[in-house]
């Protein structure tokens, strides 16, 4: 049997610390094993992980501009949340570790959907959704 697919977002930060403070309130845990002074792998599941690099590490991985995720978008990452509580739960304890709340509309689909986002202290947007099972 094949081993299970993962997704690792990398994501280029300007302060390291913070950033992994930002994911550790939205339920990551920190890798050890793949973290140093320049990066930190962020374990959501067996199958979801973010890897935090400063942007001389992630400058190492391309040749592209790093762009600046408080002016320009590339993407937008979602995270399953269990219930709409859990959605509001976790934008605020992001927002004290550091984030800002609700930096894109809300999503609301009466009973079947509910999401929110944050931005991370670089700017990244993270949006919580559930939906209905």
Known sequence: MADPQMIFVNLAVTDLAASRRFLEALGATNDPRFSDDTAAMMRFSDSVNFMLMTHAKFATFTDREIIDPRRQVQALLVLSRTDRADV???????????????????????????????????????????MAP
């Open 88 to 130: 509001d739960e976790s934008v605020e304890a992001a927002v004290a570790a550091g984030g800002t709340a609700d930096p894109t509309p809300r999503t609301e689909y009466g009973e079947t959907m509910y999401g929110r986002s944050v931005a991370s202290p670089d700017g990244h947007m993270i949006k919580m959704m559930w």
